[in-house]
């Protein structure tokens, strides 16, 4: 996407806050069926996918892995098949393999949005994050975003980098070296965190995917606290004031302190709230495009 595009859908999802506060909402999605296909858990994606779609309007059929015909063997194709035999006109895909809601492309004719592939992309836990700064910091363009964590294995990096990018940041991601990759475009790298912190208007902090990881990639968690993990008193040492995000869950006494997560610079629930707006903006787009 342009810096143009995330724009207009930033600036879209305002005026749905705006209409939302004003309790006078359109209904856009009136009559249509968003289907939300989760084959990975979550809390935030989905809950504000469903939420998004309903105040637009829209009815939903929910689908979770867990339960459905895929323990019996189903594929993903057949499965993606079936919800849209059902009348669903846009479909909201997570999975937890790279590339799959561009690849079912080819197996249905519903309009397909990606909530998370793999380690691949997140694009609208970007949109939120990127709202979520504006909101705060005005243009972006000049100002300087650090990602901490665990860059490796983190679609919610890469689909933040490009979008941060797009609209004139600067962009760097400091973590261990085992989880830096080898080659991110558009990103300075960094293993001290207290170097990129003294550089930083924002920092936005990854979860440590355990999940996903196949080793060890630090000694502990202990240690990862000890270097990686946001705390006031790194925070006070820096001579900066960053915003502080993170795109949840997070882990506290990992990533960062509860002093931190709670603390007046976080904005994490902000980005939870943010959530709605941007995915109804991004179901309002889909379903106007496919008129």
């Known amino acids: 996407m342009s810096g143009a595009e995330i724009t207009e859908l930033l600036d879209q999802a305002v005026e749905f806050r705006r209409l939302s506060e004003a309790r006078d909402l359109p209904a856009p999605l009136a009559g249509a069926t968003v289907g939300n296909l989760f084959f990975e858990n979550s809390t935030r994606t989905r809950n504000s996918f469903r939420l998004a779609a309903k105040r637009l309007g829209a009815e939903t059929v929910e689908f979770t892995e867990v339960g459905s015909s895929v323990a019996k063997g189903e594929t993903v194709a057949d499965t993606v098949r079936t919800i849209e035999a059902l009348g669903v006109d846009l479909m909201v895909i997570r999975h937890g393999s790279p590339g799959v809601p561009h690849r079912l492309r080819e197996f249905v004719t519903c309009g397909l949005l990606n909530a998370g592939d793999g380690t691949h992309e997140h694009p609208t836990q970007a949109l939120i994050d990127l709202l979520s700064l504006r909101d705060e910091m005005g243009d972006l363009a000049g100002k300087t975003v650090t990602v901490v964590g665990d860059i490796l294995h983190s679609r919610v990096a890469r689909s933040n980098i490009h979008g941060l990018r797009a609209l004139g ?81 997070i882990n506290r006494g990992i990533e960062l302190s509860s002093e931190v997560a709670d603390g007046p610079r976080s904005l994490i629930l902000k980005q939870v709230a943010n959530g709605v707006f941007i995915r109804m903006a991004c179901l309002a787009t889909l379903m106007e495009a496919r008129r």
Do not use: I, K
Not at 188 to 196: M, R, S
Not at 198 to 212: C, G, I, K, P
Not at 219 to 240: C, K, V
């Open 169 to 249: 940041a600067r962009v760097l991601v400091c973590g261990p070296s085992t989880l830096l990759p080898r080659h991110l475009p558009g990103a300075e790298f960094f293993t001290d965190l207290d170097e990129a912190l003294a550089q930083s208007d924002a920092v936005n902090l990854l979860r440590v995917q355990f999940e996903r990881q196949r080793g060890a990639f630090f000694p502990s968690p202990a240690e990862y606290y000890r270097l990686f993990g946001m705390t006031q008193t790194r925070l006070d040492r820096s001579g900066r004031d960053p915003w502080v995000l993170a795109p949840g869950p």
